[in-house]
């Protein structure tokens, strides 16, 4: 399912919720904007919570510790994001307008937090060389099984190139997948499929995927797509790079030419 929400009086995006909106995605994702001078806090006993910053510059602080978190906008690949475990109080300060994404599910175990700099983040090229490259996409993973088996969660950024498909060929994993899409320029548009419904994905739109459907993506030309993905691992199923499960009608595409 696809859909578009503005921000509401708090300067919020809530795009799901445990136990409420969207609750089969079993995590809590809200974007959130902050002013020039404005300040927000969290903490949170029972889940963990990942800050990726979209655009604007902002002062992250836990534990005693304090980091800058600056970016133009998706578009520059200078990802910083702050990962932390239940029970750590996290303050921010908005050294310019700002706007960050929030990514939270529960997680009894306690480990400690990670700051993700673009240093740490590696951007791949991939189908560059595959199907004419129509499948050409940047992708990155910020952190998932691999470097944070501790955590329930996954997060990376997919910048989808224009006129291209990523998530392709078709395929599906059994643990739910939020996308939260912008674009470059503002007014681009592409589409996404979920399973058999096909939606037109718009800059501030957000996609909620179940097990077993298909999610290709595809972007008009001239602009370039860039999306958010977030995951949640399965209790005793984690998410791994080999969860893919191809559509059988179109899994001779994964090694083709």
């Known amino acids: 399912m696809l859909e578009y929400l503005d921000f509401d009086k708090n300067n919020e995006k809530l795009l799901c919720e445990i136990n409420g909106k969207n609750a089969d995605m079993n995590m809590t994702i809200r974007v959130k904007r902050l002013l020039k001078g404005e300040k927000f806090e969290l903490f949170d006993s029972e889940n963990e919570t990942a800050f990726l910053i979209l655009r604007g510059e902002m002062n992250i602080s836990w534990n005693g510790k304090t980091e800058n978190m600056k970016r133009k906008n998706p ?55 595959q199907w004419d490259g129509t499948g050409y996409r940047i992708c990155s993973t910020i952190f998932d099984y691999d470097n944070a088996p501790y955590s329930n969660m996954v997060m990376g950024e997919v910048f989808n190139q224009p006129g291209r498909w990523s998530s392709y060929p078709p395929h599906h994993h059994p643990q739910p997948e939020v996308y939260y899409y912008q674009f470059d320029p503002q007014q681009g ?17 957000f996609a909620t995927i179940t097990d077993g459907y298909d999610h290709q993506q595809v972007v008009a ?11 949640r691992h399965i209790d005793g199923d984690p ?5 893919r499960f191809y559509d059988k009608n179109h899994e001779w595409l994964v090694n083709a030419d």
């Open 75 to 129: 578009f520059e690949k200078r990802p910083f994001c702050l990962h932390v475990c239940k029970n750590i109080k996290v303050e921010i300060e908005a050294a310019e307008d700002s706007e960050f994404i929030i990514q939270q599910t529960d997680n009894n175990k306690e480990f400690e937090p990670v700051f993700y700099s673009p240093d740490d983040v590696l951007y791949q090229h991939f189908g560059k060389g």
């Open 239 to 243: 998410w791994l790079k080999t969860s």
């Open 221 to 231: 030309p001239g602009y370039t797509m860039y999306y958010v993905w977030m995951i």
């Open 189 to 205: 548009f592409g589409a996404c499929f979920n399973s058999d419904e096909v939606y037109k994905s718009t800059d501030g739109s």
